[in-house]
């Protein structure tokens, strides 16, 4: 599974299904352009969409964003909206009894969900995606602006 976030938009791929999507404006709203706010809410996105094809696995997560590696991997941040994340992702993890790690790639390895990521800004970024899966079934799979709240309350 790969993730990647832009100050506008994410987008995710895991086994020939992929999303992609501008960040709702509530959430621009309410946590800035921090990206590594974003870049968690990608991952926690993805799993969202893939947690039923998740259940009783262990996985990598590959992502672009250093800050976002050590929240996932230490489960601690300083950042309340990251801890809200974290918390969204273990109680994931626990719903759906899977087990994730997550490892820091360099940006320019992590070329399609950086396009998936673009997607909304050029036309160009699709044909770069279409291009490198080829090769790959590929499925779209719709991303709901209510993936991005956060289902667990205290």
């Known amino acids: 599974m790969s993730t990647d976030a832009r100050t506008s938009g994410a987008g995710g791929y895991f086994q020939g299904q992929y999303f992609h999507t501008p ?3 509530y959430i621009l709203e309410q946590y800035g ?4 706010i974003l870049e968690l809410l ?41 801890q809200l994340c974290l918390r969204e992702i273990s109680f994931l993890s626990a719903a759906f009894n ?11 390895s992590n070329s399609l969900a950086d396009h998936l990521s673009h997607w909304h800004l050029s036309p160009g970024h699709k044909t770069h995606f279409d291009a490198l899966t080829a090769d790959i079934p590929t499925e779209h799979v719709p991303c709901a602006t209510d993936l991005f709240n956060f289902d667990m309350r205290i």
């Open 33 to 36: 352009h921090d990206i590594n």
């Open 98 to 108: 899977f087990e994730l790690a997550t490892h820091h790639i360099q940006g320019t």
């Open 23 to 25: 960040f709702p404006g």
């Open 42 to 82: 990608a991952v926690m996105v993805a799993l969202k969409l893939w947690a039923s094809a998740l259940r009783g696995q262990r996985f990598i997560i590959s992502c672009d964003n250093k800050n976002c590696v050590l929240a996932l991997n230490s489960g601690r941040s300083r950042t309340h909206a990251m």
